[in-house]
């Protein structure tokens, strides 16, 4: 099924709406009690335990491994290297490749050279994985330690050290350029142009639940079961059935519980691919599990990019031009969602603009991969995009708001399409915007007179306003970019004899409360109780396939498919009363637990009757089959774009840099609601990630040595409770016309605005002392140096 679906009748008489309701979430009973069953609560018997040796060099030759003391540790029962490796698999695959780039062989285990440090190359599995790290420091790797390059523009220059020689020249893997008009023209005659180079800091997701996977074979059987904390069962069966070289009906991925993704458990990885190595030669389960260094280094990292953006504008304040020329630093090897493709598709942000260029290039160096991250690329270009308007705005001595309200799209200019091809679905930009000025009391701040408050500081306004992309527009549109994967859901509905109906649905359980969601749609539509729908998710060998939760896409798409099932289920529950009511299926309807007659509610029969005869086959008409599932499949026919704007107030030491967030608003459209609790919570908990990305967190690499100097948790600045300033968020929902129900994403929002909307904040501070910032994160030391001497 393909498309939107028209607006649902009203429910039942008596009966309220599910949509919209903070319905208590499905998975909380047992996560609270602790019966969670994650990656590391699966104990089969007679398990062993992998642990993988890594590089400690960003680039090296491999002269020799000797395992000859390993192999004799008491306990050790296998080690791969990277020549076995290369004999038994093929490379890891990509799910979405980088267009126009060529493909990097990338296999489990290091061949002859290391490209980053902490690539795996050696595995060792044994009876323990304490036994198994002990092997893996009995391993002599001899190794030749090449010239390294750890910064993307470096390695653009000439003369810089390849990562790929032969594949690869100058280390540019491939550059995209997009865009219409004539944008370079309207510069040339534009009254004013402001332009900046913007840099992005590493980060990464932090999951509380580490990477993991449990392989287990079965040999008589040719079944391969893996167990594995993954956002894509589906993907993961696909990718290890053409890594191993396996038909996909021998694999069985399961993901139960999830600990978080974010976006860097899409896909495959080598350890995954090791342990089912391991456990098919040695015809035991394998186990692994990621400890917190591993992530650190192993696990993709996200963000890092350079922007060189600029606007052209009219003397009035009117945009008429934008270009974006970007480097986004890809690491070592190409994982299995890549660079960040996002900062293209909406790097005119939410202003109405014609004539715009942009242009992605993907870098390599010797750095730990670089794959998906939850706003997978508009958090980047929202801090270059809005930190130039309020330059421009500063420039034309224009206020900032009112700068970014002349040129948002108004809903009338809706659906309309940017100069990257984005089709912008609808939305009220102006509305939000006015909604955070108000909230954050911006007015007052404006009129009120510069100078330092009794404690000394500084106090200062930002706003941050941004579009975002969320689902798929099709899996034309995906085809076209080469992506491994489709734009489509898919369930199955299944009615049980107790009166409930099993959703059975790919998508993994990771937090994005899905079990909660999925089971109030089911609820609404079909009109069963919301506590009769139970969903079992993430099996692949029970669900049908799909793609998986990522993108901000699993409503968009799952709602459909949700639907279209559950209508068809419907259909046939109600032929089936009607038989048992006698009287027509248009004159019964389904109520909570009962089907019964709409003109004499009291005439019913329990769901529980009906479906019970229908699994038998038993006093059902002649004509209808016994039996009662449905599965559905729906693809959007666009994707719909989420909006809203972010206000942040902060005072600022102008001795020392030090400031404080005081106060953060968020006023956001994600279209109809399902649940505003969870909405509430999933954009919480990415404001939080937005904070930090902003505030703390960074990756750095030691420019010499080429090593991560603080991949640990004490090391790594993730914010704790203490750390989050006040947040207020605040709701329009303006329905998407493409998407059933109206539904837009909104798992990635809170990620986009908080970087810029600081940032702007604390130059508003500091307005008199010309300063003006373009790195992240931002820390008291960056605003120090920013304003040494002015």
Not at 367 to 386: L, S
Not at 748 to 760: D, K
């Amino acid at each position: 099924m393909t498309g939107t679906l028209e607006q649902r009748s009203a429910p039942a008489e008596g009966r309220t709406s599910l949509l919209g309701t903070s319905a208590a979430r499905k998975e909380d009973d047992r996560l609270l009690r602790g019966d969670g069953r994650f990656t590391d609560d699966i104990e089969p018997a007679h398990a062993l335990e992998m642990a993988v040796g890594r590089s400690p060099y960003p680039h090296a030759r491999i002269l020799g491994i000797d395992l000859g003391l390993a192999a004799e540790l008491e306990g050790v029962r296998h080690i791969l290297v990277g020549a076995d490796v290369r004999s038994a698999t093929r490379p890891l695959t990509v799910l979405r490749p980088v267009p126009g780039a060529p493909a990097l062989p990338y296999y489990a285990l290091a061949g002859d050279v290391v490209r980053y440090e902490g690539e795996p190359v050696v595995s060792v599995v044994a009876t323990s994985r304490a036994v198994a790290e002990d092997a893996l420091e009995l391993i002599e790797i001899d190794y030749e330690p090449i010239p390294h390059v750890s910064d993307a523009m470096a390695a653009l220059e000439p003369g810089a050290p390849q990562v790929h020689p032969g594949l690869v020249e100058r280390n540019l893997m491939v550059s995209n350029p997009e865009g219409t008009g004539d944008p370079e023209a309207r510069v040339a005659a534009a009254d004013v142009v402001v332009e900046g180079r913007f840099r992005i800091n590493r980060v990464t997701g932090l999951p509380m639940e580490t990477r993991g996977i449990v392989a287990e074979w079965r040999p008589g059987a040719r079944e391969l079961t893996v167990h594995s904390s993954t956002q894509v069962p589906h993907l993961v069966r696909k990718q290890l059935a053409e890594v191993l070289s396996l038909p996909e009906s021998d694999i069985r991925a399961v993901a139960s519980d999830v600990g978080g993704g974010f976006g860097l458990k899409l896909g495959i990885y080598p350890e995954d691919v090791l342990a089912c190595l391991h456990a098919m030669a040695l015809r035991r389960p394998v186990k692994w599990v990621e400890d917190r260094m591993e992530h650190f280094r192993a696990t993709t990292h996200a963000r890092e990019a350079t922007h060189d953006y600029r606007i052209a504008a009219r003397s009035d304040g009117q945009i008429v031009a934008i270009t974006d020329t970007y480097a986004t630093d890809l690491g070592g090897w190409n994982s299995s969602f890549g660079s960040a493709q996002l900062s293209s598709v909406v790097f005119t942000g939410p202003y109405k603009v014609d004539d715009g260029y942009v242009e992605r290039r993907v870098v390599l160096t010797n750095k730990t991969p670089i794959g998906a991250y939850r706003g997978y690329g508009q958090p980047e270009v929202n801090f270059a995009c809005e930190r130039l308007i309020d330059r421009l705005a500063r420039r034309l001595g224009i206020d900032p708001l009112e700068l970014r309200a002349k040129n948002m799209l108004r809903p009338e200019d809706l659906p309309w399409r940017n100069p990257a091809g984005a089709v912008y679905d609808s939305g009220d930009y102006e509305l939000c915007l006015r909604m955070a000025a108000e909230a954050i009391d911006y007015d007052a701040h404006r009129a009120a007179p510069r100078v330092p408050r009794a404690d000394g500081r500084l106090v200062g306004i930002g706003l941050s306003s941004f579009v975002e992309r969320t689902g798929y527009a099709s899996s034309r549109f995906l085809a076209r970019r080469g992506s491994q994967f489709g734009a489509h859901e898919s369930v199955t509905l299944r009615a049980n004899r107790s009166g409930g109906i099993d959703v059975y649905t790919g998508v993994s359980t990771m937090g994005q409360s899905s079990e909660t969601a999925f089971a109030q749609v089911v609820g609404e539509v079909f009109g069963i109780a919301y506590d009769a729908v139970k969903v079992h998710a993430g099996d692949t060998g029970a669900s049908p396939l799909n793609t998986g939760a990522f993108a901000s896409r699993t409503m968009i798409a799952a709602a459909g498919a949700l639907t279209a099932a559950s209508e068809a289920l419907q259909a046939k529950t109600l032929r089936l009363a009607a038989w048992i009511l006698e009287c027509g299926a248009e004159d019964v309807e389904v109520a909570g637990t009962v089907v019964r007659r709409r003109d004499d509610p009291a005439v019913s029969v329990p769901l529980a009757d009906v479906f019970t005869a229908a699994i038998l086959g038993q006093g059902i008409p002649p004509e209808e089959e016994p039996g009662l599932e449905a599965t559905a499949h729906f693809e959007p026919t666009d994707a719909a774009y989420s909006f809203g704007t972010a206000a942040a107030l902060v005072s600022v030491d102008p001795d020392t840099g030090e400031f404080d967030v005081e106060r953060f608003v968020l006023v956001h459209d994600c279209g109809t609601a399902v649940n505003p609790m969870v909405v509430e919570g999933q954009v919480r908990g990415a404001l939080v990630q937005g904070l930090g990305a902003a505030l703390g967190e960074e990756l750095r690499y030691d420019a010499d040595t080429g090593q991560l100097v603080n991949g640990t948790m004490m090391d790594y600045f993730a914010p704790a409770a203490p750390d989050v300033p006040p947040i207020e968020l605040l709701h329009t929902e303006v329905p998407s016309p493409v998407t059933p129900f109206g539904i837009r994403g909104v798992g990635e929002v809170g990620t986009i605005p908080p970087a810029a909307a600081i940032a702007n904040a604390l130059c508003d501070a500091l307005v008199d002392f010309g300063v003006e910032l373009d790195t992240l994160p931002l820390t008291p030391e960056v605003v120090w140096q920013a304003m040494r001497g002015r």
